[in-house]
């Protein structure tokens, strides 16, 4: 009996397996085809420095590649048997005179179905799934600065120093330590924790 791979190259011509819907197993034992994206199509930047910004560093390819995972491990599986959640026979007969004495008396039961929960009047003006959202038309998204973490705590840095400089000016002291109650962000965490 011939394994399908060895029926795969009789069968077909390699040119015209090529072009047609048949796939062959992916790069690096890949079950299905390589869906990484091209640099044009990356969209996630990062900080480069100088206000600069590059594409972010490619993920790496994961250790499983290529083995199939079994359903138990990716979903949680049944604990106990199958009908094991339902009513008592007691329990079932108490809902059904509840729901009865509701229906008399006019008023809808206090928990909503899945169809109502689900439905489209129920969902707010700010949720996105809700058809009849719409963003602020002010809304500006923020622009990347293009500052590494490093050159962003340096800014910081100065800022805190130009405000201290002020500080001691205004007050007529040349040192932070002579002042009551200290400036910069190290000594106001200093203070902080001391309280």
Known sequence: ????????????????????????????????????KTEPEKRRMKAAGGKTTSSAKDYKPRTDIGTQRPKSTREQQPTQARGSAALSAREAQRKAAMERRAAKSGTKTKTKTATQLLSKGNKSQTDPNNPKYKPDPKY??????????????????????????????????????ELKYPVTGKEVTRRNKKN
């Open 1 to 36: 009996m011939k394994t399908f791979q060895e029926f795969i190259l009789e069968a077909y011509d390699p040119e015209v397996q090529g072009r047609s819907q048949i796939r062959t197993q992916g790069q690096g034992g890949r079950i299905g085809a390589e869906r990484k």
């Open 140 to 177: 500006k998204p923020q622009k990347a600065s293009g500052l590494t973490h490093r050159e962003r705590l340096n800014k910081v840095k100065k800022g805190e120093k130009a405000l201290r400089d002020i500080r001691l000016k205004n007050l007529g002291k040349t040192k932070e330590s």
